[in-house]
């Protein structure tokens, strides 16, 4: 008996050395206290200067600090990443960054045969086809300006359109293309409540763009879009002269804020960034709505579209639906502090984050009164995430660091500052996004930051000239010891952003409930199990369970065109089934009480085994039925 031997007698491999046994520094600190020990060697680095490169202090703190969570235990927080053009979005457990599931959004993936039934063919079909997408801002909903765990919203860049996903069951169950928008970048419900989506239009075109103003850019324009969270309709469109790029929402369901960076409305990298100044562009929704109400609008593509240009008529008067406020030039992120008092904006080619105090734009006559901030914050800033206790964390882009400020103090100090910042921290490298737990909410947790570096160059094995993204997870928990690199992450290209949610303010479905879907249950009952022909449409209603389906052999012509709908009829969780017949691209899955549906003409005749993808049991390999597909003559 080798195995006892070898315990008995000692000579196993030394158990793996744990971070006590590493350091002594460590070995005498109760593991509760590791965040602080780690803390300090973090602060030193940053201190030490500003290369984009982590000192080994710093590796030594990320292996040290307790972030992980053992083995059968859950993290405390969800965290949705977007894939950027890999089109999909990923859920991470925080602190442990282990990558829990992916959502297929714009994209077409075969393990959950997303794009592969009829259902979701036809969803991603209706909403114009395409094969891909490119999310950047994937943001939850929320009631009472709180995450409520029912939906999570998100852009495609490439194509111009909004997608909702499904809380429960993690899937994404509405996409809407808006036609008058190419590329929509900024994505964000309405708050407190959710009750509006916005896809916010980066590229100016001309609109309608059927043909006219082709090289006549100074009629090209763009459109703020507004969907119905519920139905997800596209109910209108704002329409501005310059671009627009992120979006936030305020608090109070009255302003949604977007940066635009080409305010120039050229079409070239030097017309663009020709001008010193550009806009934060704030939106008043409520009078918006009321022009649309009142008719005060032009119907493009089969949506009213609202004028918001700065020379519109309905810019004169009291209640302005859109005000223009100037910030340093090519300005990037937005987002509203929590306590829905101040939009600030990242200035990108300029080192400020400019400070927009909400409530002045209701009352001042020219808009740029309302900027009562600007902080020289350093090189690149790109966004700007919020703790529980007044403080900023912006994104470097060129001085590959997070920086953290005060936001009373930003608004206390001269314009033009530096002494808001508390703290610099160096992360790897080109950061674009960063998050906070929940901090687009009315009650950040205060706790794990996330950076969304660019490059990942020597961070981790390599794997030929496509290099993973780097995703960085801070504490930033402890003010005194400062910001601190706990975790560092690979990831497939390309996150953008991310939302980080409370675990417990998310209550997913373990199994279907066949009343949420579309398709009728199929019990194993003799009767609801059929084939039925009419000409040459078969149609073929089935269950399936461990380990069979609920036809042994489906006999059709060649040339048929087949429709098979089967339901997994397992109570059980996480006992998935599939349908998959070679040779003729069928791969449906179907979890347990689910029912899918999918259409494919038998073109060739022969015989094809239907068989189950999904390893459901020890016999999951005789979990099969035959097409058998006779020759047409
Ligand atoms: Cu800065 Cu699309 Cu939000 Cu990328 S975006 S970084
Ligand atoms: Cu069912 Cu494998
Ligand atoms: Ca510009």
Redesign the pocket.
């Known amino acids: 008996m080798t195995d006892t031997h070898a315990s008995e007698s000692g000579d196993r491999p030394t158990e793996i050395a744990t971070a006590d046994d590493r350091d002594p520094l460590f070995a005498r600190i109760p593991r509760r206290d590791f965040m602080k020990a780690g803390a300090a060697a973090g602060t030193m680095s940053a201190l030490a200067g500003c290369t984009g490169l982590l000192s080994d202090d710093d590796r030594q703190s990320a292996a040290d600090v307790d972030t992980e969570v053992p083995p059968g235990e859950h993290d405390d927080y969800y965290a949705f990443l977007s894939g950027g053009h890999s089109g999909d979005i990923r859920v991470y457990g925080v602190p442990s960054m282990r990558q829990l599931m992916r959502i297929p959004v714009f994209n077409i993936e075969s393990a959950r045969g997303y794009g592969h039934d009829d259902e979701t063919r036809a969803m991603l079909e209706e909403a114009g086809g395409y094969t891909w997408g490119d999310t950047h801002h994937p943001r939850p909903s929320q009631t009472d300006n709180t995450y409520d765990g029912e939906w999570m919203f998100v852009n495609d860049k490439a194509n111009g359109r909004m997608a909702r996903i499904d809380l429960t069951y993690f899937e994404t169950d509405a996409i809407v293309d808006l036609p008058n928008q190419q590329g929509t970048h900024g994505a964000c419900a309405l708050m407190p409540d959710t009750r509006l989506v916005f896809g916010v239009g980066e590229l100016r075109v001309p609109i309608p763009n059927d043909g006219r103003d082709l090289d006549d850019p100074e009629e090209y324009g763009s459109v703020l879009s507004a969907i119905e969270a519920e139905s997800f309709d596209h109910q209108w469109d704002v329409r501005v002269d310059c671009n627009l790029d992120n979006g936030d929402s305020g608090k109070d369901g009255k302003w949604f804020f977007t940066t ?5 409305e ?1 079409v070239t990298e030097q017309e ?4 010193d ?2 806009y934060v562009v704030a939106f008043n929704v409520p009078a918006i709505e009321e022009a649309v109400d009142a008719g005060e609008y032009e119907e493009i593509n089969g949506v009213p579209v609202v004028d918001g240009t700065e020379d519109s008529p309905l810019n004169d008067g009291g209640e302005p639906l859109v005000r223009y406020i100037d910030v340093p ?2 300005p990037h992120g937005v987002s509203v502090t929590p306590d829905g008092q101040y939009a600030i904006a990242s200035g990108k ?1 300029d080192p400020t984050c400019t400070v927009i105090e909400i409530d002045r734009l209701d009352e001042a006559d020219d808009p740029n009164d309302a900027v009562v901030g600007r902080v020289n914050v350093g090189n690149g800033p790109l966004h700007t995430a919020y703790d529980d206790r007044g403080h900023a964390y912006t994104t470097l882009f060129v001085d590959s660091q997070v920086v953290k400020w005060d936001i009373e103090a930003a608004v206390d100090a001269e314009m033009g500052s530096e002494d808001p910042v508390i703290e610099k921290h160096d992360v790897h490298y080109s950061p674009g996004h960063l998050i906070a737990a929940e901090s687009y909410t009315g009650n950040p947790q205060g706790d794990w930051l996330i950076v969304l570096n660019k490059l990942s160059k020597d961070r981790f094995l390599p794997v030929g000239p496509v290099f993973p993204e780097n995703d960085q997870l801070f504490y930033i928990g402890d003010d005194d010891a400062g910001m601190e690199l706990v975790k560092d992450t690979p990831a497939y290209p390309e996150p953008h952003d991310a939302s980080i949610v409370r675990a417990d303010r998310l209550d997913p479905a373990s199994v279907y409930d066949p009343d949420d879907l579309e398709l009728d249950f199929i019990s194993p009952d003799d009767d609801e199990n059929f084939i039925d022909r009419d000409g040459d449409q078969v149609h073929v209603e089935m269950y399936n369970q461990r380990n069979h389906f609920g036809f042994e052999d489906i006999t059709v012509q060649e040339g048929d065109e087949v429709t098979i709908r089967t339901t997994n009829i397992e109570q059980e969780e996480d006992i998935l089934h599939s349908l998959a017949i070679p040779q003729h691209d069928v791969n449906v899955k179907v979890a347990p009480q689910e029912t899918r549906e999918v259409t494919f003409t038998a073109d060739q005749p022969g015989v094809y085994w239907m068989y189950c993808a999904y390893f459901c049991s020890a016999l999951h390999l005789e979990m099969r039925s035959r097409l058998l597909v006779e020759p047409a003559d």
């Not at 635009?260 to 120039?264: K, R």
């Open positions: 635009s960076y080409n305010t120039e050229g663009m960034t020709s001008a100044t550009d030039t090519n080619l």
